[in-house]
T-cell receptor, first 118, second 111 residues
């Protein structure tokens, strides 16, 4: 399977603990995005990278959240001191910028990591 | 007020019905308009995208964009039980990469 993969698929943690999620984008995709989706809502943008550079961060991304893409390939999203309000599906997507699509570049989503904070 | 508004439903229709899904938006800078389908506990998958105003057809699916009214629609003809899913509209401008999603409409097609 050459799609976007995310690990773990499910994570249950206690309030106050730190968690880290990993995303492996489609090979050679230079953009990688993180979104958060709560029950009954659409995905909300968190941040995105072009190669290893983090180009935009949403104000939803509090200082407890940090994302990295150290070598321009996989990315990690860490949440420190988790709160119950952090319970959500964390979605990763990737796209290829600079191809034939012009300003449009389809974002391919992974299956998500479902986080439950007790 | 959210940038993109979508009726959450749920919407229940009999097999074979024509389904109409809609979104409104407030940001006139949006140029790309997408419809994603999301099955339970899965990531969204792209159905169709449209650039600027106009119509686009792909099999049983037709997407319409009316930028003057800031209104987009997705029509599904001859709906099938396998179309049962949550449908998300999404939009972006010419700059950057983030998508702005609607709330999603949950569709159920009954056999």
């Amino acid at each position: 399977d050459t799609g976007v993969s995310q690990d773990p698929r499910h994570k249950i943690t206690k309030r106050g603990q730190n968690v880290t999620f990993r995303c492996d984008p489609i090979s050679e995709h230079n953009r990688l995005y993180w979104y958060r989706q709560t029950l009954g809502q659409g995905p909300e943008f968190l941040t995105y990278f072009q190669n290893e550079a983090q180009l935009e961060k949403s104000r939803l991304l509090s200082d407890r959240f940090s994302a990295e893409r150290p070598k321009g390939s996989f990315s990690t999203l860490e949440i420190q001191r988790t709160e119950q309000g952090d319970s959500a599906m964390y979605l990763c997507a990737s796209s290829l910028v600079g191809g034939a699509g012009g300003s449009y570049n389809e974002q391919f989503f992974g299956p998500g990591t479902r986080l439950t904070v007790l | 007020q959210k940038e993109v508004e979508q009726d959450p439903g749920p919407l229940s229709v009999p097999e074979g019905a024509i389904v109409s899904l809609n979104c409104t938006y407030s940001n006139s800078a949006f140029q790309y308009f997408m419809w994603y389908r999301q099955y339970s506990r899965k990531g969204p998958e792209l159905l169709m995208y449209t650039y600027s105003s106009g119509n686009k057809e792909d099999g049983r699916f037709t997407a319409q964009v009316d930028k003057s009214s800031k209104y987009i629609s997705l029509f599904i003809r001859d709906s099938q039980p396998s179309d049962s899913a949550t449908y998300l509209c999404a939009m972006k401008n010419n700059q950057g990469g983030k998508l702005i999603f609607g709330q999603g409409t949950e569709l159920s097609v009954k056999p």
